[in-house]
């Protein structure tokens, strides 16, 4: 059985920061060993958008261009989380935040992630 449950969520102004965790469980040997964790996020009216990537195994990262330089995404093996550090928020970054777990790949498609978190909701106010 696969768990991801998010926390961190809330309502901030512009310019500030928030920490989203996922916290992850489990997963498969093989998954922790070779698996990737995403981000994602969605707005009312809009499709699911990629944020980022995450490898368990060496903490490679990957961003959209979008969040590239003000999002970090980050891990805690011996926790099982990952995290998703967004600094320099705006307005266009309200959505519901989204992580998620993919066997390998790198990927930023949703289709290739199996397993979905609840959701945070981020509120960026100008």
């Known amino acids: 059985q696969v768990q991801l449950v998010e926390s961190g969520g809330g309502l901030v102004q512009a310019g500030g920061s928030l920490r989203l965790s996922c916290a992850a469980s489990?997963?498969?040997?093989?998954?922790?060993?070779?698996?990737?964790m995403g981000w994602f996020r969605q707005a009312p009216g809009k499709e699911r958008e990629f944020v980022a990537t995450?490898?368990?195994?060496?903490?490679?990262?990957y961003y959209a261009h979008s969040v590239k330089g003000r999002f970090t995404a980050s891990r805690d093996n011996a926790k099982k989380t990952v995290y998703l550090q967004m600094n320099s928020l705006k307005p266009e970054d309200t959505a519901i935040y989204y992580c998620?777990?993919?066997?390998?790949?790198?990927?930023?498609?949703?289709?290739?992630?199996?397993?979905w978190g609840q959701g945070a909701q981020v509120t960026v106010s100008s």
């Open positions: 998620a777990a993919a066997p390998s790949g790198f990927t930023a498609i949703g289709a290739e992630y199996e397993y």
């Open positions: 489990g997963l498969t040997f093989r998954s922790y060993a070779m698996g990737y």
């Open positions: 995450i490898s368990w195994s060496g903490g490679n990262t």
